[in-house]
């Protein structure tokens, strides 16, 4: 039997609710395989602030770095939006993925033929899509210095180092070799050196990946084309300004955030998380859709435990109760036959996960 230990960070808002469920699928799922999964919970974000006085204390660094895997829910909120941004919530997550060494951002976007209705492009253009957005986590524009805001006069850097580029580039091509054989590389070379320097990077990496087809698009155009025709992509290798971006938007190709899933990898220990917020909105009424949560530990089975099995039976309940017609509030118009709350969704899910 194979013992896993994993950092939980629940965080704000809806975190609790949904981490709670994805914990409950995951003990289905290992309950039926040959591993047992040790939980630990760390605070992060504006639980943090409240308990500890800081957004990320040092234990939940060391505690997420002796962990096989980080499982995170969301963390924010109003209440700290007044706090100086060092002390806000959303550092102690940057500091978070910065500690681990998270450099590699993977956000699929899948469309559920069940679910088709539910984005705002019409069925016949996104019917079949399936993307993955790569994105560089740990450098670019979020962390270059100089960086400061004087009252009259603000800046940032957007800088990149050539290994920064050549390691995130390395994973979209190997992303693709197990997908359709395409990168599309995303940046705005035509106006800034650091595209091009972007560019020439992705170009050079590419001579060893003979067999992935490469191609390169401006910001602006992969924006467009993204909603004209996301049929056309497969792997999007992009930064972190324009992959934070670009993601979210290829999120309502899929109809709810409440859906999809990331994994940020390539360093130390993996995080992760649903693609959305905290959702204060929503928070403590029973009504979050907790997929997203779930998919994402779907992901840490399968690029940090290696459980691709366990990964797979996870993504197939998932598939099957949406077929069956279960639906959490944010997608009830869409083809509901019941509409269940947060936690019976997850118990519906870890159910059916243990008769796959
Ligand atoms: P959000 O993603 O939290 O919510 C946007 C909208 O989507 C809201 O109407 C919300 O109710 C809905 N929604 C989000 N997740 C849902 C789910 N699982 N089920 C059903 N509906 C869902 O974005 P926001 O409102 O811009 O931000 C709220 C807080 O979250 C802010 O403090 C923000 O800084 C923070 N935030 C955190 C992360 C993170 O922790 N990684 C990411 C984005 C935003």
Same mark, same amino acid.
């Given at each position: ?59 939940? /660094? ?12 969301? /963390? ?88 920064? /580029? ?90 709810? /955030? ?99």
């Amino acid at each position: 039997m194979k013992h896993y230990k994993i950092a939980l960070i629940k965080g704000d808002g809806i975190g609790p609710e949904i981490i709670d469920e994805a914990v409950k699928v995951l003990d289905a799922v290992s309950a039926k395989e040959d591993f047992e999964i040790a939980y630990n919970e760390y605070l992060m974000g504006g639980i943090a602030i409240d308990v500890k006085g800081e957004p990320l204390p040092d234990d939940t /660094i060391k505690g997420s770095l002796g962990s096989d895997a980080v499982l995170f829910g969301a /963390i924010g909120g109003e209440k700290w939006d007044t706090l100086p941004r060092e002390k806000r919530p959303e550092s102690g997550l940057l500091k978070l993925r910065k500690s681990l060494g998270v450099f590699a951002n993977l956000r699929p976007t899948t469309v559920y033929d069940e679910l088709i209705n539910a984005s705002t492009l019409k069925p016949d253009v996104i019917k079949g899509v399936d993307l993955l957005v790569v994105r560089e986590l740990i450098g670019g524009i979020y962390f270059g210095q100089p960086r400061a805001n004087e009252g009259n006069r603000a800046y940032n850097t957007m800088v990149y180092e050539k290994d920064e /580029i050549v390691r995130i580039a390395h994973i979209a091509f190997l992303a693709a070799r197990k997908r359709s054989k395409k990168v599309c590389s995303v940046d705005k070379s035509n106006v800034l050196e650091v595209s091009q320097l972007w560019r020439d990077t992705v170009q050079e990496v590419a001579k060893e990946y003979k067999d992935i087809e490469l191609s390169h698009m401006y910001i602006d155009n992969a924006a467009m084309q993204l909603i004209r025709n996301p049929k056309q992509f497969d792997v999007i290798l992009t930064s972190n300004l324009f992959g934070d971006i670009l993601s979210d938007e290829a999120s309502m190709i899929g109809g709810s /955030i409440g859906l999809l899933p990331s994994a940020s990898v390539g360093g130390k220990v993996g995080v992760y998380e649903p693609i959305h917020g905290s959702a204060p909105d929503i928070a403590r009424q029973g009504i979050a859709n907790p997929i997203a949560t779930i998919l994402s530990a779907a992901m840490m089975l399968r690029f940090s435990l290696n459980e691709v099995r366990a990964a797979e039976r996870i993504e197939a309940a998932v598939k099957d109760v949406l077929k069956d017609g279960y639906r959490t509030k944010d997608l009830s118009q869409f083809g509901a036959k019941e509409v269940c709350s947060t936690s019976e969704m997850g118990s519906i899910i870890a159910d059916r996960v243990s008769k796959i």
